[in-house]
């Protein structure tokens, strides 16, 4: 009997995860964003910049195998500039939501190219490869003509049943990555004193390369001169990025307002560091781990 009870608990489980649906217009909303960040990146940087041929360290196709078919390394340099548009071309079709199921790979490959061959990286761009990459077997499974429509099936058959449990895996996958990049970076910052002690974003806010323009310098230089001010923005940092972390168990009930907060985080990093492309990849990747869910809890049946 103890048994029996088991696997009824187990195939009820199994039917409630079958029934929720990742395809819905945050998915698409998601796509959207990391179509973006990558077009604005190739759009408003000089091609003969980007693709310098013969200084990237990652060029060997023995080290990473997709630049043995890297369009953007295989191409002659004087045919760059006519790639470039292609390829963004290619993205406005990817981020107005047309036919999913077709424009996958190819999105997941354009932006694995970029990362492989572009000499103007930084973390979105990984981001924006490895979610476009998971994206693949739930999105080959999408039979919308565009990802801004919500789809959601009653999984009445075996194969709607499978390729439901498929997708909701791999979307949970998606979900652990967001986890672990919030994790990861807020756990690496308590091991550096400066951090700790509040005086990092002094030096973060004021690097040569990184750091804020010169007219917010007045404004906010100021505040981090203040020691109780600096400690206070450097531990909120921190505390938030742990929350984020920690928002995969937290009930859904509180992922509208966490996805608006992160969104404002996000955003303030593009005034202070300028970091446009990683907006736009940590958006993507907010709108998976916050806005899904709440669409299936919204239009759950």
């Keep these: 009997m103890y048994f029996k009870n088991q696997l009824r608990q187990l195939d009820n489980f199994i039917e409630r995860y079958a029934k929720l649906s990742v395809y819905n217009s945050a998915l698409g909303l998601s796509r959207t964003f990391l179509a973006a960040g990558t077009f604005l990146t190739l759009i408003f940087n000089d091609e003969n910049v980007l693709f310098k041929s013969g200084l990237h360290p990652a060029w060997d196709s023995q080290i990473v195998p997709i630049n043995a078919i890297n369009i953007f390394n295989l191409i002659p340099d004087n045919y760059i500039s006519l790639v470039k548009w292609v ?29 492989n061959s572009a000499l103007d990286i930084e973390g979105g761009d990984q981001i924006t490869s490895n979610i476009t990459m998971l994206l693949i077997p739930i999105l080959l499974m999408d039979n919308r003509k565009w990802h801004w429509t919500n789809h959601f099936t009653d999984n009445d058959s075996l194969l709607k049943k499978s390729k439901s449990i498929i997708s909701n895996s791999f979307f949970y996958v998606i979900k652990l990555q967001v986890c672990i990049i919030y994790f990861h970076s807020a756990v690496g910052k308590l091991s550096v004193i400066q951090w700790l002690d509040g005086t990092a974003p002094y030096y973060w806010f004021n690097h040569p390369v990184f ?54 985080f996000h955003f303030l990093i593009i005034l202070i560091h300028g970091l446009f492309s990683f907006f736009f990849a940590m958006a993507g990747a907010l709108s998976l781990y916050f806005l899904v869910q709440y669409k299936n809890k919204f239009y759950e049946k």
């Design 87 to 115: 390829v963004c071309l290619l993205l406005i079709i990817i981020g107005s939501g047309w036919r999913p199921r077709l424009m996958c790979i190819p999105h997941w490959y354009i932006s694995t190219c970029f990362l």
């Design 211 to 264: 750091g804020m323009s010169e007219w917010l310098k007045p404004i906010i230089n100021p505040l981090l001169l203040n020691a109780f001010l600096a400690f206070i923005i450097s531990w909120s940092v921190i505390i938030l990025e742990l929350i984020l972390a920690a928002a995969i168990f937290i009930e859904q009930k509180h992922y509208k307002i966490l996805f608006k907060i992160a969104i404002a």
